[in-house]
């Protein structure tokens, strides 16, 4: 019970390698490997929860000198929506993998994708600083071979072109930790924190932190740092897109939030750099600029890429706005956000599996055959624009409540009217595969596609409806990240 | 290459030396400079200069690419269940202490074991890249 931690990193970990051995095997293996890091979330984050953070020492030597793990509820929040999402592409991925990856790779698929959940496993629990990246290391070179494994030649552009921005912000986070190591002797996180409050000033300090924050910004996509993002989610795989596009961007967003409030202290970022002067404005342009991009592309996950780089804004905005309201409808946007467009992701991978493109002129008609795709496209896409009773409106309300409490009513407008340019995608899409004539008509997906796929948006609409759970733990997550 | 005498003969010369480089690098690791990580690489680069000199094909053949393949699975998994190990038996993941009769020796045995495990996978995923560079023309 007390290796509850370890274990969450250590099983996928262990068996990515089997997938080699055993190539048969490989989709059982992975999905006991994620099914195994699911239940492990799951005891961890009740355990974060009843009794308080989880603090493991590897290899007896104790911190600051040995390398520890430290799960708070923010991570044990992350960890829950990771490896669900984890566990229900594995489940639906089986046979859109046979489908889109040659035979003899498909072992090596799953080897992939099991150490990316291990890297993303391992930056959010962990509480060592240099970890961090050699777990972001593993997540994102596993994450640029997945990419390239896509259906054509442009995946290999994709894959090169996040790599290059990428390591582009791998190495100014490194450079970062590097900086802080230097002035404090330090890398675990704890101990940066106790000892960072005299060196505030230096512009050492300074300059890890705006290292850092351009870093991280890049691993989030952070508009106009996003131009990696669209690409990568439209010509990955369908299942790397899913997984990529529900938890990726909110892992880096946590490594940003955990060095912002745990490392250098709320104060530093917020009072002292004013770091909201230039995240707000971003954040503003993301949810704009990405939304009117999203409303003229012509292929359906392009669409919900731009719409995920301008979710990625509602975040930020939420962290910019540096009150706790602000903060915990981030943490929750982050959890929502990902649940919807996990959802959506495997509704479009199943129209992809089908038909076997996702332009959208190619999908015309389509909700005729594949009602029940179709439905949890219409129904995700309810819960992107944030239509009430569904959780997308769960985490606006919270961003809007957030914004008037700081009497800004500009920020709140801006949400509201990004929700309408929100509705004209969305409506976009339902009008091409409903109401246009076509005959690109594919036979709706077998049920193990249907029930992850509905699963998650069932969940948006329970969530939408009973916000007791989500808002719960992100008050506790946002109030343990202020006050730890 | 391998046509060329002197090129040929002085590699069959240090290829064995190489690799016993690599070994004594691999396993003196906790006593001197070294370690798993330059020994893979030491071993790596032996395999390299035999396929340089006799050509891709024969190195292929000696060391096929299901090998490597698996060497490099093995590696991490010694190094994984090394950590598991100490985990059954009641301590921390990689505490070495509890893996010896007393803590100096399980601390030794600990740490060949997983320096072993990361040569392992060093040296197959070198020649893995080394392959996969030099094939490609061959395909």
């Keep these: 019970m007390e290796h509850i931690a370890i274990l969450q990193v250590v099983i996928p970990l262990v068996l990515a390698p089997l997938c080699l051995v055993i190539p048969r095997y490989a989709w059982l293996i992975a999905f006991f490997g994620s099914l195994a890091a699911l239940c492990c979330a799951i005891v961890i984050l009740l355990a974060v929860l009843g009794v308080g953070d989880i603090f493991y020492v590897l290899g007896g030597w104790a911190p600051p000198w040995g390398i520890s793990l430290h799960i708070d509820p923010l991570g044990g929040y992350i960890l829950l929506l990771v490896t669900l999402v984890a566990t229900l592409v594995v489940v639906w991925a089986h046979d859109s993998v046979s489908s889109e990856i040659q035979e003899d790779q498909i072992n090596l698929f799953w080897c992939m994708f099991l150490l990316c959940l291990t890297g993303s496993l391992g930056i959010v629990a962990t509480g060592d600083a240099f970890n961090v990246f050699v777990f972001l290391e593993i997540a994102s070179l596993s994450t640029y071979s997945l990419i390239a494994l896509g259906r054509d030649r442009r995946a290999l552009m994709a894959s090169f ?37 005299e060196l505030r000033d230096t512009t050492t300090v300074q300059a890890a932190f705006a290292f850092l924050t351009v870093g991280v910004s890049l691993k989030i996509a952070l508009f106009p740092l996003h131009q990696w993002l669209p690409n990568a989610y439209t010509y990955a795989p369908s299942t790397v897109t899913v997984f990529l596009a529900a938890t990726s961007t909110k892992i880096s967003l946590y490594v940003l939030l955990r060095f912002f409030y745990t490392v250098f202290g709320s104060g530093y970022a917020f009072d002292d750099l004013n770091v909201d002067y230039i995240l707000l404005p971003l954040s503003i342009l ?39 309201q602000g ?68 985490s606006k309300w919270y961003l809007i409540v957030a914004a008037l409490e700081k009497d800004m009513w500009y920020v709140a407008l801006a949400i509201l009217a990004a929700s309408i340019i929100a509705a004209t995608y969305v409506w976009r899409i339902v009008e091409t595969l409903y109401f246009q004539e076509g005959d690109s008509a594919g036979r709706e997906v077998p049920v193990y596609m249907l029930l992850p796929t509905w699963l998650l948006i069932a969940m948006l609409v329970w969530l939408g409806i009973d916000t007791d759970l989500t808002i719960g733990i992100a008050e506790r997550a946002a109030q343990s990240l202020v006050s730890p | 290459m391998k046509n060329n005498f002197i090129v040929r003969e002085v590699a069959n010369l240090f290829l064995p030396i190489i690799v016993l480089f690599g070994f004594y690098v691999q396993f003196h690791g906790d006593f001197g400079p070294g370690g798993g990580f330059q020994a893979g690489v030491i071993v790596a680069v032996g395999i390299i200069l035999y396929a340089l000199v006799h050509g891709l094909k024969k190195t292929r053949q000696l060391i096929p690419d299901v090998f490597i393949r698996f060497l490099m699975a093995m590696g991490l998994l ?62």
């Design chain 1, 286 to 324: 993301a949810i704009f600029v990405s939304s009117m991009i999203a409303v003229f592309q012509k292929d359906l996950k392009k669409i919900l890429a731009y719409s995920s780089v301008a979710q990625i804004g509602y975040m930020t905005l939420g962290v910019a706005l540096a009150n706790s």
């Design chain 1, 161 to 197: 072109q996040y790599l290059v921005m990428g390591t582009v912000g791998a190495t100014f986070i490194l450079i970062s930790i590097g900086l802080l190591y230097m002035m404090t002797g330090t890398l675990n996180m704890v101990d940066l924190a106790s000892s960072l409050p």
């Design chain 1, 327 to 394: 903060l915990t409808a981030a943490i929750v946007h982050m959890f929502n956000h990902g649940l919807i467009k996990g959802g959506l992701f495997l509704a479009v991978g199943g129209l992809c599996f089908r038909i076997g493109s996702t332009s959208l002129s190619d999908l015309r008609g389509a909700g005729r055959t594949m009602p029940w795709t179709m439905g949890a496209i219409v129904l995700g896409g309810c819960a992107l624009i944030g239509v009430p009773l569904t959780a997308g409106f769960v």
């Design chain 2, 78 to 139: 010694l190094f994984a269940a090394t950590g598991l190990a100490s985990l059954f038996l009641g301590a921390e993941f990689l505490n070495y202490s509890v893996l010896g009769s007393d803590q100096l020796t399980g601390q030794h045995i600990g740490i060949i074991l997983i320096e072993l495990g990361v040569g392992i996978t060093v040296a197959a995923v070198m020649v893995a890249i080394f392959y996969a560079f030099v094939g490609r023309d061959a395909k």
